[in-house]
């Protein structure tokens, strides 16, 4: 939400965004400059491609895409630039994001699409900033600290699990 | 291949060529005339959007899209046009052609591709001729013969294996 | 719900009404004359190929056929007639519509069902649009403009998204 | 291959006769009369229709269909006949049989298909047998010489495997 | 539930009930007499054996075995019996019953078992009296009726379909 | 193949002996006893029972059981045994060991089978060895050895690739 | 919860903790020592390492490892010790835990892991007793236990279903 | 090959390395420096965690990881390290590389994996380089052409379709 993004994120259809919110918080976290826009790869496509081209004339880096079902955003946005474009399956209808897995990640050899997981926002923002780490010290330096309290997290975590189960057993329970 | 072509064919890679050439032979089979085209949804897309274009502007009236994996193609195709569009899945790599048929068949709404079946290049051709047959009596006639020559085929294999089987019971095999 | 149906839809088990719906408002919206069937390939075999004879004999161009389970509607109505077959998978019981899907594309050489996605009805309706704009100017035209209705819809969603984003970070929360 | 058969055996394509002639050498082995049909649910359905009535008519007791891709055919004749049906899935192109296997088996409430495994020629052989047993002594007696011979195929296998095991670990392979 | 029951059911875990008891409906609606037996084919499997033997021993001439998960409980019966037996996969826990699909249908050459649908406990049981319906005219001849009925009551809903959807025209909703 | 086998390794059919193969050599390498069986879950039910229980009472340790298709053996055999039972999931047929896997791991709660991967015979040897180890200091020792010949198996060969590559270099191919 | 644990129990994040507890309760049942730990292959993956390693040396014997979708934590245990590690997948996502399944089961030769089902912690629990039983008699007899009152489990719902359909019978329900 | 290695290559298993050569070409063609590593996350994971450490020390940019079966490895790199990690799923075993995809693409969030195709090495290349492009003109400009290759390859073998079709066509085949 800058001049000068260095993240674009396009989803298909608005209807993605509460899944694809997870991305622009780490962004935010990791105060990347970003832009967010809605357009269809079959219902506005010359509109995405031309979105495509202005993002990457101004210095925009990578994009992220969003899309479920059939999802040929991804697909259609990293044949129309040379940046790295990280495609994001959302799960939506009967196939639960089978469908959208595979139309991402199986693209023909000469355009891939850097594919995270079925839903998993966190991990295309992460993956954004990795990219943009390179020859920018303060963000690798960030993603250090990053990784560095995910360890604490789960630290933490497992001292509170122990910590319940002793006082339940203390209470008798076990 | 002709001035005025009905069906325009245009698959993502030439080895797609040697399953698409069955739905080619049906349209050489009922006189339909047609054109193929070698185009890609993520390395030629602005030709290949160019050629749907011209296509539509010179009276073409249905296109068939052939593409494997990730297959866009049918699906961008479709986007770009008010034709009807059918979509050929191919199977290729390590899914067998699943990945391209969910690429192709879960078009979200308000883009619809109509699929057949994976590798079934014939069902293709057919349909496209169904489509044309409307208002074409000639072509709804040749269909219903094209029927009956199914039928009869269908009669001609069960006698042929019901004369094996007997000669097989006569000569004391069974 | 006319004289003279241009499309004929026909359905396995009055339980598929409510995704069925969504095709017949797309052909309202059209004003194309349509006609509904619930009749079954199993239990009403005869009563739907009676079904199909008159529709095609009345000058019916189109039929959209759904089923979920094992769906066989759709292939035996296409065995039963040379008009197109548009063929919709319905989601139901444990396999959530995979089986149908499978059951309705992987039709036999000789024998095509235009299949569209899962519970896709939205696109069975358009797809029969798509298939009876072929000489009717009009439709080919209403066509154009409903997707230039779909891309404005797309493009509303962006600004309205964007202008969200925007008022949340003028509200401090980004 | 008799008068009065008890067991018809159709196939929808003579593709499918290697596949199936397992269940037929099963039927000859227990000297069940049968017949065998190549008829299609699609592309001679009236004729399949008819074979079956008059089937159930002379004293035919069960019927084994037999079918790849979307596999109609099995659920066809069920829907026309209150005889048994069983449904022999065949592995056929890029799915190998999953497609006919769910367009076989999960048939609508109302209309079951006894299915077999894919390719699974000799089970749909002698479910036949097992069917026609109940007040056949006869052959319910070869049914319970079957299984012992099967018990003493493995018993010898086993003995073999043994014994091979033992020379090699006499040879010092081991 | 009676003397000389002719259909035993079996189910591997008193929670497959529900599911079951559809069957039960259709056995009792066509006064087939049955018994049932919650028995495993891992946690009390000689129990299970001993059952199958006398129930066979009694005149019993159709078993019904239903079972979720890595459901062996049709196998193992059919293992253990000369009689057809049924198997209906219970979905349960994760994979949604295509675990128990496999594990009923893809048994070895030898000793089949007649797959029914996931959940499909109305087909298990009406196939169970297609079974006994050979050399049993009074059951025969109900089936013909059951299907009748089927049929019928496909042609009530087609006809409740049509006259909702002309007075909701007629209300000048459509 | 000794007295006192510590491992029974027991497979569905002999076809399946050339997999469970690699199995055996591990036991050979870590000089465990063992012994081989073939026997069915459905074809020899109780000889298969009778093995187990003679097995456990002469000090058997583990068991490896080994199947196909609609694999019930493992499951059937921990049923009736408390040692653990070890499942291979042999591809075999159609469905290539998916089958396999999911009738075997899949187990109702009470009756656990260890399964490894498909096809898996040296994993289902090594596990057998790792069980044993416990309370057997040359087992476990034996282990560690093995777990640093494979490790530096490993560096052989990424040294073998390293040499391999740089000699390509030199000889100017790259 | 004690000085030497026999058992360890590590899982990837808190929230597999609801299903593990299962595992947990298992073990008290059959007063097994047990450790549980909350830690990650990929954000704590040294200190996962460590505590295999302090685990082993302190007298540890079987570990079970829980995770859902890329589930690595099974295998990356098994790869440090010589123990034998029990994989439990968590269904989680939308894959459902087939992900996690695969990633656990599909171990390269070299590093098996005793995978049960999906979800399965009271099989993972059983499995980790049945492991410990060998050369400690009292748990072996609490196996056979245990086993019999799965058994005696089964018969008391067989006859508790057995009264309810009698009395509904009686009631004239059937 | 050289001092300053930007990408490093590291492979589970040699064997993947027929599939990981095309990566390599590519990295060739575009003149970036890279090395290569057969390492285990296995068999071998601290010296895979060791090299990780290293090459990020060195300077090293981009990572890829190959692996099959159940593919922990570009998970454990991509958990070690803030570099971006690709991973490329390798077809092996029964499950045809399904297993791998799952394994690789569906990390749980904190750790992303830049997944792409199954066996997909040179877009697996490509990744890499688009990512090094960030602030390397030279080689975005290289990736443009690269670009532009791709679209005449393809628009040639248009031409030799169409010429091929041609000279058919003259000959009089068609």
Redesign the interface.
Known sequence: ?SEMSLVGIVM???SD?PVVEEAIRVL?KFKVPYE??????????E?T?SWVKVFEAQGG?VIIAAA?????LP??V???T???V?GLPI?S???????A????????????????????A???G??AV??????REPL?SA??T??RE??E???R??L???TK??EK?AAGE?
Do not use: C, F, W
């Open positions: 939400m298909g259809s608005d965004y935010q967010v826009k809605v357009s269809s790869a079959h219902r506005t496509l509109r491609l880096q479920g079902l059939a999802a040929h697909g259609v990293a044949g129309s040379s940046l790295p990280i799960a209808g009967a196939l639960a994001g089978v469908d897995l595979y139309a991402i990640v199986q693209m023909p050899p000469g355009v891939p699409v850097a594919t995270v997981g079925i839903g998993a966190r991990n295309a992460l993956l990795q990219i943009l780490a390179a020859g690798r993603l250090r990053y990784r995910l360890a997290e789960v630290e975590k497992d509170a699990l122990l189960l002793s057993a076990s």
